[in-house]
């Protein structure tokens, strides 16, 4: 469908300039501009990967209610434009779209680790409450054992790719030990669900962008995103370490239990090595989850992953050491 035609679903009839964003993994992302210099993003949904597309936008729309109703609470969400029949979408030709004004960032050089930290430990606290449960956007998203025995079965079948014996050991033993902590019956909160640095837009109020994976889960899922996209130098910045967790405990105020901020770290080990299992996946895939990734590509991603996740690991006394401390701080 012709972008601008799209465009007129959400009342905009006068788009002058349309460009591609192409740093995404997941949708198409556009940005529209307005003959009155507005600018918009477009996306169209990856329904591949979003099988529930209603329940995604579902979701945004509780979030978009929720975080509007206080507008000093610290944090804003995109804004999405309805369409002519009152939703947050419009589905054309089995595709779904959505439009939501652009958000631009500005000039903020101070602390951006502890804002960005901040401003997801707000998201949660925002988001919590018996009210307001999120629906699942993607079955056995941050479902580490189920990731992990996608990877063994398709190492399993792969005749010309193998991955190491040692690596499969280290991931499996991490599997065990992560559903250890995250047991059955472990609290669970509305998170954002892929809270790197890169989905927060640091302007005067920090924008929390990218939605769509907002669901019922693990604080600590959050906490270790945040981590592992800040600390991904091959070195532990521990000033980075401590901003990050200043932030989130900050923007929590307090609402974590002794269990959640005992998983914290382990959130850390989690997201690492779940990502790292996907990306070895897709290396041994020929139909990808990242998309526009090559084998190799993959490949390399996976393994700077597990040099990640060996780090953590080495220094764990140091970073549930510093985690006790400032959320014990905080919380007093």
Known sequence: MDEAKFAELFGLDQITDIS???????????????????RFVMQTLNTDVFRSPEAVMRNIGKITKKISASPDCGIIVPEYLFAGDGKNHAEQNGRIYRIYRYIAPTNVSEFPEYRTAKAYGTFIRMLSGKNLKLETSVENFHNYPCYFSRLASAEKSSYFKKIDKAVMKRLGSLSDTLSQVFTVDFPKRNI??????????LSETPAVIDLDTAMYSYAAID????VRSVCSS????????????????DGLEGLLSEDEIYSLYYGILYVTGELAVRYLTDYLSDEKYFRGKTSAQCLSRAESLLNSLKLFISEGEEIVSLIYRIFGMRNK
Not at 223 to 226: A, C, N, P
């Open 20 to 38: 591609e964003i192409s740093c995404g993994h997941i949708n198409q992302t556009r940005v529209l501009t307005s003959v009155n210099g507005e």
């Open 192 to 201: 954002h669900g892929d809270a790197k640095k890169d989905n927060i837009i």
């Open 234 to 249: 091959g070195k532990l910045d521990y000033c980075a370490l401590r901003d990050v967790t200043r932030g989130f405990a």
């Open 223 to 226: 906490y270790g995103d945040i």
